[in-house]
């Protein structure tokens, strides 16, 4: 199987705007074979956490319309962005939908960032889902700093790691760097990661999406100046990790 990781600079606050802007990198995605694209951390409204504290409008559900593009993109999608918690704070969640517009599963951030603790309340379970005879597990930026994560990935069949996150210039090119090749070796996953390129909130994404094999090896890397995908192939179970 073929999985794209996007990156791509967002409109701040404007849901359709990046709808538009995630679905044409997901239709490029499908046209260069792939079955899957994972979208940067907070894709849909970019890293804006003032406009999402003081809008409801711009959270978001599994069946919401703004996501439409994206689902009759005809390519699985790992859209992350805020949705209603069951409290008085979203949370940071992963929508995940198959090719024909299904929804596979949702994941919620559990591991908040700094001033994210403010907005956001943390989740409290892992996500799964299956597509094309792989299994894949799911993480938000800070999430993957810790492991363990990744691990119960690995030990309930997880063949894919899929992290849609935020790394910016600076110290987040240095961390984009180390943490994702080591989660590939330490636990025998192909990791994709998602990123911003470009202004994000008060941050400026550095790119780079890229994909690596279970020994750390880069597959597949976009640049850091320019929206775009990193596209590798994951081989079947069948064909050993």
């Known amino acids: 199987m073929r999985i794209a990781a996007a990156q791509l600079t967002c409109v701040p606050a404007d849901i359709p705007a990046n709808a538009a802007r995630a679905a044409a990198l997901a239709v490029r995605a499908r046209e260069e074979g792939a079955g899957l ?53 979203p949370l940071i969640a992963s929508l995940v939908h198959d090719a024909d517009g299904t929804l596979l599963t949702t994941y919620a951030k559990q591991h908040l960032y700094e001033q994210e603790h403010a907005h956001f309340a943390a989740g409290t379970g892992d996500g799964r889902f299956e597509l094309g005879g792989l299994r894949f597990c799911l993480a938000t930026c800070y999430d993957n700093h810790f492991p363990e994560l990744a691990a119960r990935g690995a030990a309930d069949g997880c063949r894919v790691h899929l992290a849609s996150s935020l790394y910016g210039t600076g110290a987040g090119v240095r961390e984009r760097a180390t943490v994702y090749p080591a989660l590939a070796r330490d636990h025998g996953l192909y990791v994709a990661l998602a990123n911003h390129v470009g202004p994000a909130g008060p941050w400026t994404g550095c790119g780079g999406a890229a994909v690596w094999a279970p020994d750390g090896t880069l597959l597949a890397e976009a640049d850091g100046r320019t929206p775009g995908l990193a596209v590798a192939d994951v081989p079947g179970p069948a064909a050993g990790r």
């Open 37 to 89: 694209v994972v979208l940067p951390e907070l894709v849909l409204t970019g890293y804006e956490l003032p406009a999402l504290a003081g809008d409801p409008s711009l959270l978001v559900t599994a069946d919401d319309p703004r996501l439409d593009p994206l689902r009759s993109s005809g390519i699985a999608t790992v859209v992350n962005c805020a949705v209603p918690g069951g409290g008085p704070r």
